[in-house]
């Protein structure tokens, strides 16, 4: 059976629709954003909104695991691989990643959000974590659940609070928390 074609026009709804949120988000809290200021917005009826989501929340939701889908290398970040000789440095995915993105702000520096998102990280990354720490340590999956949520809450914090500050300062601070985390995954392996 031939694979379904994407429709090139829900493709374009959807854009529609998350950008419309990002720019009402930008000058409005979340809380208060309504379907009918993302239709106004992005010139679509409430019908056609209904035909792709359900309400706001998942309008949110799917920006932010599309936003993970293209954080490329953060898997491995979190996981403190080593990185590639050659390999650019100061590439950590979640501040580059919002350090070249500005739009995005909006969502990531909401503190009322911070929640909802790093739940999300964690939910797109969890299991990869989990297998990866089974076949390195002795850790139970509970233990190595709370390391998840410990460091994605650091990661997090360290990646909107340095968002804005220049890789000359950066990298050094950069440098340090690697080696933390490195010592803290390897004080588990079964090395």
């Not at 409430?46 to 695991?65: A, K, M, P, Q």
Request: hydrophobic fraction near 40%; include cysteine.
């Amino acid at each position: 059976m031939a694979p379904k074609k994407i429709d090139r026009r829900i493709i374009y709804t959807k854009n529609a629709i998350k950008e419309s949120f990002l720019q009402i988000k930008a000058v409005k809290d979340y809380n208060t954003i309504t379907i009918t200021d993302i239709c106004r917005k992005a010139e679509i009826s409430r019908s056609t909104f209904y035909l792709h989501y359900g309400n706001v929340s998942e309008v949110l939701d799917e920006l932010i695991d599309d936003l993970m889908a293209n954080v490329s290398g953060l898997m491995e970040h979190l996981l403190h691989e080593p990185q590639k000789e050659g390999s650019a440095q100061c590439t950590w995915p979640m501040c580059q990643f919002l350090r070249m993105n500005q739009k995005y702000h909006c969502i990531f520096f909401d503190d009322a959000l911070s929640s909802r998102i790093i739940n999300r990280i964690i939910a797109f990354h969890l299991e990869d974590f989990i297998h990866h720490m089974e076949n390195r340590s002795d850790l139970s999956r509970e233990e190595i659940e709370a390391l998840a949520y410990f460091q994605m809450n650091g990661c997090f914090a360290v990646s909107k609070r340095f968002a804005k500050t220049k890789d000359s300062l950066w990298c050094p601070m950069q440098n340090v928390i690697d080696t933390f985390i490195d010592g803290g995954l390897k004080a588990f392996s079964r090395q």
